[in-house]
């Protein structure tokens, strides 16, 4: 599943770049005051960090309260959160550590609310009382667990709501069995005609070799776009030149041919499908963008499921630069095992690294020469292909996570 997998690159990925204190409006965080300067300013500590801030509310040096950002421009403004505590901790004797925080956010002192709030200000997420509240609906109609929490944070982290269908979608592309599995679980459960449909959709969708063309033919297949085809729950060959795979889902959802073990498969593979197609989108709010997805791979009359990931900076137009991107591709072949093809791209310098407990390096380097043919072609330059263990990827540094790091940050004023 891509949960194993997908976290720790991104992880990686996000490490690489430069480290800096990452504040966005409606995140809450404790700060102290640690000396006032004249003019109503002081330096405030907020976590390894100081900052010099104008105070607006009467402070003393050791005093710690709950601050929330109302606006990053220069200089920062800070709003405290309910009133300014009377024995400089932030609290009284008798409160909990986040017990203002949950008194201003109107809910209950209860442990499932200190676990929620805790998750909200460990990944430094807005905190709001609407935010808090989705949240908490969509978490008791979803689930409580791990990958119930990841898909939040995602969700949040990419400026969607966190409602209950966004969560599954994108909890399920990432922690469900492989589509190429799920598919050919569906393909057991539903009838001749069904099978037959559907066997004849993957086979016109799956990529049989990259290229920018099958690859663009693939995932306008794989997404929910608008489709010609009827909504009677039937549908014949005839119809798979304009029909995408959730298009096929949706028609058979709607009508009754499907058994009940069947219908759940396809809404849980619908669910996946509306997974990637939201995380094909990637982060809006930063200058760091990455996608992830699935692609259906047919060779020697097998189907497998390659998972990627497409990391890089973006251009004045918001989109990824070819010149400066990384992409990595997941896939557990049927005799070399797990590989993981990482390609960086840097100022069209190419670096490829194969991480495999098999491939040899004398191997790759018999491939050299028509990689850097075939890469010149593009106007790119192979720099180096290089095979590493798989245990190389595994216990790399997993470091801050994207839109969450903290670097150097030194003299950002703020108003408080």
Known sequence: MAGEWVSPLISQFAGSIDHQLVLRPGQVLKGKVIQLLPQQTAWVQLGKFQVLARLEVPLTAGQTEWFQVLDVSRPMTLKVIGNPSINGTGQSSTDHEWQPVLRWLGVDDTAPNRQLLQFFLTHHLPVTRSLFQQVQETLAQVGQGEWQRQAVLMAVQNGWTP????????????????????????????GDGQRDVL?????????????????????????????????????????????????????????????QSARNQAESILYQLAGQHLLMQGDGHLPVSYALFQLLVR????????????????????KLSSDHCRLLLYVNLQRLGETCVDVYVQNRLITVKLFNDLIRQSWLDSYKPLLQ???AAQQYKLSSLVAKKWQALRTAPVKAKQGMSWGHYQGVDIRI
Do not use: C
Not at 303 to 318: A, C, F, H, I, R
């Open 163 to 190: 409602t209950a269908t966004i969560v599954r979608s994108v909890g399920m592309f990432l922690h469900q069995p492989s589509l190429a599995d799920t598919l050919a679980q569906l393909e057991k459960m539903v």
């Open 199 to 259: 066997q004849a959709l993957l086979s016109r969708l799956a990529v049989h070799q990259f290229s920018a063309q099958q690859l663009k033919h693939y995932f306008q297949g794989m997404s929910f776009h608008i489709s010609r085809a009827k909504s009677q729950g039937t549908v014949s060959p005839d119809n798979m030149s304009v029909m995408s795979l959730p298009a096929l889902l949706q028609t058979w959802l709607k009508g009754e041919i499907l058994s």
């Open 299 to 318: 060779q020697h009359g097998r189907t497998d499921s390659v998972y990627g990931e497409l990391q890089g900076y973006k251009d004045q137009k918001g």
């Open 373 to 375: 043919q075939g890469l």
